[in-house]
């Protein structure tokens, strides 16, 4: 069973880069799309961008100036990168595995909460 | 960016009751169109894909119609399980965007 994990710092200073890794067990990370979604507090969800397994990305062009996703596959993880992060990042961060072709997300880790604050 | 439009943002019904919720994309997205269950603190569960394709493992009691612009979701007979929030998402296009999600409530 693919079971999908974050893991990162739940407290960033404003304007410092948020860091979080996505581990991916039960399956390889040499396939698929990997994303990264957020949802703020009381807000909904906000897709930040995908992966794929060859290292091509896709962003949201509102974020695009600001993130990076990358991926490890010797480890089998892919991380996020966000830059000058302000109160308006705090949210829980969530990653998925993207089935590509009809593009579904079907696992996704629980999340982690990222609050920025000083 | 497409605009996912999900009504009602919360309802009220007993166990048993036939449920409706309904999603509205800004322009057509064929049959792009996903449906997940998120029960706080837990991963997002895939319900639907390709707008009415069950996933592995999901209850039949969920179903999903439409097309172009105007999805639903159905769950034909309210379980206590599925007492929680659901939200749409288009894959027609990026940025994927998200319905707002509808809480089901215990009435």
């Known amino acids: 069973q693919v079971q999908l994990q974050e893991s990162g710092p739940g407290l960033v200073k404003p304007s410092e880069t948020l860091s979080l890794i996505c581990t991916v067990s039960?399956?390889?990370?040499?396939?698929?799309?990997w994303s990264w979604i957020r949802q703020p507090p009381g807000k909904g969800l906000e897709w930040i961008g995908y992966?794929?397994?060859?290292?091509?990305?896709n962003y949201s062009p509102s974020l695009k100036s600001r993130v990076t996703i990358s991926l490890d596959t010797s480890t089998n993880q892919f991380s996020l990168k966000l830059s000058s992060v302000t109160a308006a990042d705090t949210a829980v961060y969530y990653c998925?595995?993207?089935?590509?072709?009809?593009?579904?997300?079907?696992?996704w880790g629980k999340g982690t909460t990222v609050t920025v604050s000083s | 960016d497409i605009q996912m439009t999900q009504s009602p943002s919360s309802l009220s019904a007993s166990v048993g009751d036939r449920v409706t919720i309904t999603c509205r994309a800004s322009?057509?997205?064929?049959?792009?169109l996903n449906w997940y269950q998120h029960k706080p603190g837990k991963a997002p569960k895939l319900l639907i894909y390709?707008?009415?394709s069950l996933q592995s493992g999901v209850p039949s009691r969920f179903s999903g119609s439409g097309s172009g612009t105007d999805f639903t979701l159905t769950i034909s007979s309210l379980q206590p399980d599925d007492f929680t929030t659901y939200f749409c998402?288009?894959?027609?296009?990026?940025?994927?965007?998200f319905g707002q999600g509808t809480k089901v409530e215990i009435k």
């Open positions: 998925a595995r993207d089935s590509g072709v009809l593009f579904y997300m079907d696992v």
């Open positions: 039960g399956d390889s990370i040499n396939s698929y799309y």
């Open positions: 992966i794929y397994y060859t290292g091509n990305t």
């Open positions: 322009q057509s997205i064929s049959r792009n």
């Open positions: 390709a707008a009415s």
């Open positions: 998402q288009q894959s027609y296009n990026t940025p994927w965007t």
